[in-house]
């Protein structure tokens, strides 16, 4: 029935259909009734912070083309759990068979010409980034001699704030090995740590939608690309125009890891697989235009 409200919401069921559609439009994301409790909640924060009393004045603004709010309503419905060294294994398969593969095909670690490229996308609050910075540092035998740019970026605003002052509670450092706290971190009070200003400094902060193509073409020749538990939130059309923009932003040969629970296979066949030991990866074509 248009107009009833399920119990407890702000929304009427066609308040909600309309909102649902019009945030899929500006962003990609789906959110399906399941998930109306979620979005109920998020919408009611956002309307108790503004200046408007009703879900119907409050959404007029909003398609108003008011930038301000829609920025603010995208960091209250995107969700950042993360924490440093996440299915560090693909880590592992970086280190161990992609970058060896991306400096032989760019000429060797003494030939390349250019910084090899590493995204991460979407980066939330910094984790992801840092810990590539991380594990290259520790671990890889090339980093005092080859140049390397990680940029990571991410839809929501208030997390790139987040990433870019770069404090961690204990929980999102569990993983990462007592020396390495020790030297890559200070402690900044309230059980709090902050990385080093120079890993900082290595990485570079986008505000980016990975399903905008026209803002997506900003970013090329990347080497690696990791965009992982974000397509899990799209619908098909969604999906395939990040994996058309993710293959974009590659350079032909580059490889992008998705999150263990999701596969490019149901998406688009664009990309080629590559079963590491580590895990498969997705690997955009050698000559491919």
């Known amino acids: 029935m248009a107009g009833a409200t399920t119990s407890g919401s702000v929304l009427s069921d066609a308040d909600f259909e309309r909102f649902t559609e019009y945030f899929y439009k500006r962003t990609g994301i789906h959110f399906s009734p399941g998930k109306r409790y979620f979005v109920d909640k998020r919408i009611d924060a956002c309307i108790r912070n503004s200046r408007y009393e009703t879900f119907a004045s409050w959404f007029a603004a909003l398609r108003m ?15 950042n759990e993360t924490y440093f060294l996440r299915e560090d294994y693909q880590f592992d398969a970086m280190l161990s068979t992609v970058l060896p593969n991306v400096l032989a095909a760019r000429g060797g670690p003494n030939r390349i010409v250019g910084p090899v490229k590493i995204l991460s996308l979407p980066c939330s609050t910094g984790e992801e980034p840092y ?29 790139l704030a987040k990433a870019a002052h770069a404090s961690y509670g ?14 890559y971190f200070a402690p900044v009070g309230g059980g ?3 990385i080093d200003e120079g890993i900082r400094s290595a990485v570079t902060l986008h505000k980016m939608n ?20 974000v397509l899990i939130y799209f619908d098909e059309l969604s999906s395939r125009r990040a994996a ?46």
């Open 131 to 159: 810990s590539i910075a991380l594990r290259l540092l520790e671990e890889w035998e090339h980093i005092d001699h080859v140049d390397v740019e990680i940029h990571g970026a991410d839809i929501d605003s208030e997390v």
């Open 65 to 79: 083309n008011d930038q301000e709010m829609l920025q603010e309503l995208i960091n209250q419905l995107t969700v």
């Open 210 to 229: 990975v399903c905008d193509t026209a803002a997506m073409r900003a970013f090329r020749d990347f080497d690696v690309i990791f965009c992982r538990n």
């Open 244 to 289: 058309e923009n993710l293959y974009g932003a590659l350079r032909p040969g580059g490889y992008l890891f998705l999150g263990h629970s999701e596969s490019m296979s149901r998406i688009s066949p664009i990309f080629t697989p590559a079963r590491l030991p580590e895990g498969i990866v997705y690997q955009r074509p050698t000559g491919a235009k």
């Open 192 to 194: 709090r740590y902050q």
């Open 170 to 183: 204990e929980r999102s450092l569990a993983r990462v090995p007592k020396a390495w706290v020790n030297k």
